[in-house]
């Protein structure tokens, strides 16, 4: 086992109580994780409810890469519908508003707008071609992404607004203390969601993931596999076959890239993971820290088994029908050992944080 890059660690004060209550649920089906969150979090889903009906907040998602900042934004959309936030992802709008300017060039309304708004150091004109990759030494400056996540929040009316891939390096943090009061959100709350987990759970979540073709889905063969299975005699291999219901079915594959894991994006989550320890060291704004994974000697006083991971092991039979075979994944992060947790029970952590920090107060 290779020494992780840094060292993953618990701090468990967000848990003063467990919401262990002697049930089991099934986080698999929708009923099951309605169910789930009903009885552990429900008076705490009625705060935040009423509260994102009549207010808003904005919050940033601060996480590497795949520690699963999609995964439980829609673990909230399943809870609170999405009619009551929006979420913008900053690497879609740059990658939309290089398209637009590529096509437009200075007719395009992204040039308009910027050049109605934007400040900045740098030249409008060199700023766009360091986003268009045209200058390849000059990064794209914070100014102009900022002016573009103006932009797109404009389009909507006021909501809660989850943002993800903002601030992106050590100089956006400090960017991000003033930046509501740019998209006059400044009487509204700010709050930084942090997501903590282990090297080795984002590298398996790369190495094992397996994409459809067809419709771009995508699972993982060892911890999140699709129902049907298939066994390939040729290169002895299992393979998943997508399961989604307008999809046709196609056979999952490895996608160019993953199979090399975290490894080969090792600079972008170190830095993503140096902007986290300089927003927990921010003065004046709230956090809430999520843990995908529990120490193994404390985690089922705190958690049940069901809501930790399993790894999938497969077997066939002469026909080559499918057995799935699961255990709970113990995840080693250098000498220590953890328990990953299903995305509902990082949730339940979610909901908690925020409703204390927008008000809630528990009845005893
Ligand atoms: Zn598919």
Redesign the pocket.
């Known amino acids: 086992m290779k020494e992780p890059w840094y060292e993953y660690s618990v701090s468990y004060d967000w848990l003063q109580s467990s919401t262990k209550n002697g049930k089991t649920y099934d986080l698999d089906s929708y009923v099951g994780r309605r169910e789930y969150y009903q009885e552990k979090v429900g008076p705490e889903i009625e705060y935040l409810r009423d509260y994102f009906r009549e207010k808003t907040f904005l919050g940033y998602w601060l996480a590497p890469k795949q520690a699963g900042k999609g995964t439980y934004m829609n673990g909230l959309k399943e809870i609170f519908g999405t009619e009551l936030f929006t979420h913008i992802s900053v690497g879609d709008l740059v990658r939309a508003a290089d398209i637009e300017y590529r096509e437009g060039g200075k007719d395009s309304e992204i040039y308009a707008y910027a050049k109605a708004n934007y400040r900045g150091d740098m030249h409008l004109d060199e700023a766009f071609d360091a986003l268009s990759g045209r200058t390849t030494e000059k990064l794209v400056p914070t100014e102009l992404v900022m002016v573009m996540l103006r932009r797109a929040i404009e389009k909507y009316e006021k909501k809660t607004l989850f943002i993800d891939g903002f601030p992106r390096n050590l100089d956006q943090v400090s960017y991000s203390l003033y930046f509501r009061e740019l998209v006059n959100y400044r009487n509204d709350p700010d709050v930084f969601i942090l997501i903590n987990a282990p090297i080795t759970v984002l590298d398996e979540r790369m190495k094992q993931r397996r994409t459809?073709l067809?419709?771009?889905?995508s699972r993982n063969i060892a911890l999140l596999p699709t129902k049907e299975l298939g066994y390939d005699a040729e290169k002895d291999e299992y393979y998943l076959i997508?399961d989604?219901p307008d999809?046709?079915?196609?056979r999952m594959v490895t996608k160019e890239g993953d199979h090399l894991g975290i490894e080969t994006i090792k600079s972008r989550v170190l830095a993503d993971i140096e902007v986290m320890k300089r927003a927990r060291k921010l003065y004046g704004i709230p956090k809430i820290e999520l843990f995908n994974s529990l120490e193994k000697e404390k985690a089922l006083s705190y958690v049940d088994e069901y809501e930790c991971t399993s790894g999938c092991r497969y077997t066939h039979d002469a026909e080559g029908k499918v057995e799935i075979h699961k255990e709970l994944w113990t995840v080693q992060d250098g000498t220590q050992e953890f328990y990953s947790l299903l995305p509902p029970a990082v949730v339940i952590q979610l909901v908690k944080q925020l409703a204390a920090i927008l008000g809630f107060e528990k009845k005893s």
Do not use: R, Y
């Open positions: 459809c067809t419709c771009g889905n997508c989604l999809c046709k079915g196609g």
